[in-house]
């Protein structure tokens, strides 16, 4: 499938993919290597869910990833293999949980250095430990954090402020 408004291929598939066929999708979604932007809402019913995003770091066109968990969290060794997909200019996980704390967080900031949109809602990062890796990121012009916690934690956008280098595109910040 083709965008209209960007012509880049893309795959939208907005419905929780039930119990049983998530393995099967998962691995026909594997085969389309062409694709660029995918967005997934998924529903993880147990552990014995397939490791989804393993599934998809083979996708090594893709350059827009926006995964929602909407029952159930992905594993915190599956959430690192994300950092396989290095075109990735736009990351977005909400409802990661706990599989998304601050050593994935700062290990998807350090691999992916062509990031300008990276969005990880409800997840289980503090902002001493993630910011520093975040603000290194040159090309990033949109960081969302919003219900992680960080909301309160004293000086994490001047933080950004102090680390980025003053020559890199304008940062916005939403916590």
Known sequence: MTCCSCCLPHAVIPRPIGLGSE??????????????RLELTLSIADDREPEICSYLSGL??????????MEGEPRYQDCLSLCRLKSLTHLSLHRAEQAVGDTVA??????????????????????????????????LTQLVLP???IAYVAGCVDLIK???DPNWPKLVVKL
């Open 60 to 69: 090594v066109n893709l350059q827009h990833l926006q995964l929602w968990f």
């Open 106 to 139: 700062v290990a998807l900031a350090s691999s992916l250095p062509l990031l300008r949109h990276l969005e990880l809602s409800w997840c289980q990062i503090s902002c001493d430990t993630v910011i520093p890796a975040m603000a290194m990121l040159q090309h």
């Open 147 to 149: 219900y992680n916690g």
């Open 23 to 36: 393995q099967t999708y998962l691995r026909a979604v594997q085969e389309l290597q062409h694709l660029t």
């Open 162 to 164: 102090q680390l980025r």
